[in-house]
């Protein structure tokens, strides 16, 4: 579709038409001379007086002055093409992944989507992938967490990113221990750049906190008061024991305190029925915004313009040449 910017800027068209109305129109007198015999004048040189005179006032004048006027004001106007709408969803909710990657994660007792036997951590990541795939609308952050917490990813909207960072994670690259308070509490500084009001934590691990400095129930009860949602999710043996146990008692306690949910997956069609579950519980309206990109075209009826002007004057111009040429020629006989 076009539009103009300026489409008053169209009534200038009629100008030509009022400025004889506005403007007296120039005279001057002048001295001349009267020959009677001019007709005899004529047949005796055998010029044409209408033939080789320069007449200003063509109808070919008009129509070019007129044409290059309306492109001029056409171009003044500003025509734009407004190309198709873009759409762009606005994050509703920052989502942070907090994954564990101590050394029980490299424990295989999970199938794949082909009936492998994977790591749990692949299991969590092929699931995850799904997952995030469907996160349109939500700004995600990934942190990972062993025997200290970092962040792999500040939150993006960008979620082709998110899922190739995802690909990345490997057991024990954060040491082989599970500091899960510590990443609670990694994970309340992120969310205080937040300023979106859902915030939701989805905390995933297979073992129990072996020593982190902050409590993850004092980590928890800090969430809480920054309007923060916990939501643990357990994957693994709860019947292990040793450094590896599964403290479903604590994970349990920490979304009770923050008014999550806690789940426990013992294989990946759990797991994946987990996330499923996520998206019932956090639902939300998506909020969007278009924009219609605007392609300039003012220069196509400015460049007729110009060809018009400069066409008119440079056959004009070899017209006068040939009159002056026929002149000489003239009078040489």
């Known amino acids: 579709m076009i539009e103009l910017s300026y489409p008053w800027l169209l009534s200038l068209l009629l100008l030509p038409l009022a400025i004889p109305y506005l403007f007296a129109e120039h005279k001057q007198k002048k001295s001349s001379i009267k020959l009677p015999f001019f007709k005899d004048l004529i047949n005796l040189t055998g010029l044409d007086p209408n033939k080789n005179s320069l007449n200003t006032s063509t109808l070919i004048q008009k129509f070019v002055i007129w044409l290059s006027w309306t492109c001029l004001i056409i171009a003044?106007?500003?025509?734009?093409?407004?190309?198709?709408?873009?759409?762009?969803?606005?994050?509703?909710?920052?989502?942070?992944?907090?994954?564990?990657?101590?050394?029980?994660?490299?424990?295989?007792?999970?199938?794949?989507?082909?009936?492998?036997?994977?790591?749990?951590?692949?299991?969590?990541?092929?699931?995850?992938?799904?997952?995030?795939?469907?996160?349109?609308?939500?700004?995600?952050?990934?942190?990972?967490?062993?025997?200290?917490?970092?962040?792999?990813?500040?939150?993006?909207?960008?979620?082709?990113?998110?899922?190739?960072?995802?690909?990345?994670?490997?057991?024990?690259?954060?040491?082989?221990?599970?500091?899960?308070?510590?990443?609670?509490?990694?994970?309340?500084?992120?969310?205080?750049?937040?300023?979106?009001?859902?915030?939701?934590?989805?905390?995933?691990?297979?073992?129990?906190?072996?020593?982190?400095?902050?409590?993850?129930?004092?980590?928890?009860?800090?969430?809480?008061?920054?309007?923060?949602?916990?939501?643990?999710?357990?994957?693994?043996?709860?019947?292990?024991a040793g450094e590896q146990a599964l403290d479903e008692t604590t994970l349990k306690s920490l979304s009770n305190i923050t008014q999550g949910k806690y789940f426990w997956a013992g294989n990946q069609k759990e797991l994946l029925g987990i996330y499923d579950e996520i998206d019932k519980l956090n639902t939300r309206e998506l909020d969007s915004v278009s924009h219609r990109p605007k392609r300039e075209l003012y220069f196509w009826p400015l460049a007729c313009f110009l060809i018009i002007i400069t066409s008119f004057h440079f056959i004009k111009l070899i017209n006068i040449s040939r009159h002056i040429k026929s002149l000489e020629d003239n009078n040489v006989e």
């Open 76 to 240: 003044l106007a500003r025509p734009q093409f407004i190309e198709a709408p873009l759409k762009k969803t606005l994050a509703s909710r920052d989502l942070l992944l907090a994954i564990d990657l101590s050394g029980s994660m490299e424990t295989k007792d999970f199938k794949n989507s082909q009936g492998k036997n994977v790591s749990r951590l692949d299991s969590v990541k092929e699931v995850m992938q799904d997952f995030l795939s469907r996160r349109e609308g939500d700004r995600i952050g990934l942190i990972y967490f062993g025997s200290a917490a970092f962040i792999q990813m500040p939150f993006t909207e960008d979620l082709e990113i998110c899922r190739e960072m995802l690909k990345e994670a490997q057991v024990r690259m954060a040491g082989p221990q599970t500091m899960m308070g510590d990443a609670i509490g990694l994970s309340i500084s992120i969310f205080e750049e937040s300023k979106l009001e859902d915030k939701v934590l989805i905390l995933l691990t297979d073992g129990n906190d072996t020593g982190s400095l902050v409590p993850p129930e004092k980590a928890a009860q800090i969430a809480r008061d920054k309007g923060i949602v916990i939501h643990t999710i357990a994957v693994g043996d709860p019947k292990a």
